[in-house]
């Protein structure tokens, strides 16, 4: 495309071309003004940049050769054809460059003394794709399958390593007890039994809600037919599974089987917590496990924290953060645990598993980075002893919301709310 004197594009719209006077953009951030009784200055909102409009003052005449050479009356029929039709469409800007735009309005004014030339005046808006909001996450979708191709990477090279650790000394035993009785000792945390049934339907009251409400504060996950006496019996064959696949591992020396053997028992410790804040807490318990100093008992704990920093990349994809701070507190969490084990994985030269690794850490960065971004910020209010259906009001006009600020400054009593306390802005 040919460029204008000082490096301006020919504006066109839909391959239309017309000539520009000026043009001007309107940029800035979309903003909710917040005003309160009682209260002189407002709370603004930030909810994201705003829509840029672009505005065009041009004009077409007959015969251009800049315009194609065509009377003003055909250019005109094409520039309305063009800003009538349907979807986005192509437009050149001449110093933003090629812009998908909608067009939002044309005015063509046809001066009666001038019969060969009319002006023109646009207004465009920049148009994304169409998406469309699911109940699921696709970002965490995608952490999955991260994550079962990391741990498939990870168990690869930590049997290639194993096995050389081995042939140097044949009589060494992989020491996997430590582990293990780490990981049984994990799978019966008092708190994650006791939040077992948080995710029942109905109300339990705010000693019940478990870790993984969101930001909606909702527990259901169960089918509503779940009974407590299923859930008992669920997880007591869960806790067998840990200590069942915690013997495995032990008895698993051959370098070999020891690192599915490995898996099997983080996989199962995961399986084991009913709530996904539970599965964070503990996984990160499971990568401070003290290591031996000889290179099999290296070799082996490094194979184990990769493995539950997977895991934690996974329960971290499950879990539903109740902010923008919660999400990424959690992601900074996760990331810092992978971080660390990208380094040790590089420095040993193991490209493939620090390849997965990394591929994880995007994942999971993507995935909370999308669905934190949209939740409100944690604020600090200064408002005196009040209920917390007041507070609710107050703060959100929505009364129904005092569960909320209940579950989250976890008062003595809700009739006397907090005098200062932090939660969600909005």
Known sequence: MALFHDGLLPASFRGVPFAVRSNATQLG??????????????????????????????????????????????????LIAAAEKKDPGTLTHPTLGILQVACEALTI?????AGGYAEVEFTFV?????TFPSL??????????????????????????????????????IPATPWASAAVTLS??????????????????????????????????????????????DASAQRVAVRAAAAAFIAAT????????????????????ADPADALRLLAQLVTVAAGSDPVAGSTADLMRRLAVV????????????????????LAIVTGLIDAELTVAGDQGLDATFNALRALRVAIVQDLRTRGGSLARIRRYDVGVLPAVALGQRLY????????????????????????FEALAA
């Open 136 to 173: 699921l996450s696709l970002a965490g979708a995608n952490v999955g399958g991260v994550a079962l191709t990391t741990i498939a990477t990870v168990l690869s090279d930590a049997a290639a390593v194993l096995a050389v650790v081995r042939a140097a000394n044949p009589t060494i035993v």
């Open 397 to 420: 006009r929505d009364a129904t919301r005092a569960d909320q600020l209940i579950a989250q400054t976890d008062p003595v009593s809700p009739l006397f709310m907090p005098a200062s």
């Open 126 to 130: 920049e148009s994304g794709k169409q």
């Open 109 to 113: 004014t046809d001066p009666i003394e």
């Open 254 to 273: 051959d370098p070999t089987t020891a690192p599915a053997a490995a898996a099997a028992l983080v996989a199962a410790l995961l399986a084991a917590c």
């Open 311 to 330: 895991a934690l990349a996974e329960a971290a994809a499950a879990y539903q953060p109740s902010s923008y701070d919660d999400a990424f507190a959690k």
């Open 29 to 78: 951030r979309r903003l909710a003004v917040h005003q309160y009784p009682g209260r002189d200055t407002p709370w603004v909102e930030d909810l994201g940049r705003g829509a840029r409009r672009i505005h065009f003052a041009g004009f077409i005449v007959s015969g251009d050769v800049v315009l194609g050479g065509t009377p003003v009356a055909a250019q005109r029929a094409l």
């Open 188 to 233: 019966d945390d008092a708190t994650a039994l006791n939040r077992l049934a948080a995710g029942l339907p109905g109300d339990f009251g705010r000693f019940a809600r478990g870790g993984n409400v969101g930001f909606a504060g909702s527990t259901a996950t169960y089918a509503s037919d779940t009974t407590l006496a299923a859930l008992i019996a």
